[in-house]
Nanobody, 124 residues
Framework: QVHVVESGGGLVQAGGSLTLSCAAS????????MGWFRQAPGKEREFVAA???????TYYADSAKGRFTISRDNGNTVNLQMNSLKGEEAGIYSC??????????????????WGEGTQVTVAS
């Protein structure tokens, strides 16, 4: 089983940058693909970005392309660098782990382990 904890949320001005981190524990974490999702107030949770288990490929929501960067180190940390943040991108950002059998993708059902989320507030 994988335990996921997010950090790095906070207040940022529109157009500014913020970096979120996802720390995972568990013996099988290195073989799990990881994804970031966002849930804005009153809206359903949506996919933001994902990275394959080996860090070889990354995937982004169309709205995040060119501004957000997901990366993975050789340990247990996955980062999400967010640049030029927009007001509508505020919300709770959650990190999730997808087992090898499910792989990487943009569907919530592919991810079996979720963190509690970290709040991102964008002020304009």
């Amino acid at each position: 089983q994988v335990h996921v904890v997010e950090s790095g949320g906070g207040l940022v001005q529109a157009g500014g940058s913020l970096t979120l981190s996802c720390a995972a524990s568990g013996g099988m974490f290195s073989s799990y693909s990881m994804g970031w999702f966002r849930q804005a107030p009153g809206k359903e949770r949506e996919f933001v970005a994902a990275i394959r288990w080996d860090g070889g490929r990354t995937y982004y929501a169309d709205s995040a392309k060119g501004r957000f960067t997901i990366s993975r180190d050789n340990g247990n940390t996955v980062n999400l660098q967010m640049n030029s943040l927009k007001g509508e991108e505020a919300g709770i950002y959650s990190c999730a782990a997808s087992p090898p059998t499910a792989g990487v993708g943009n569907f919530e059902t592919q991810y079996g382990y979720w963190g509690e989320g970290t709040q991102v507030t964008v002020a304009s």
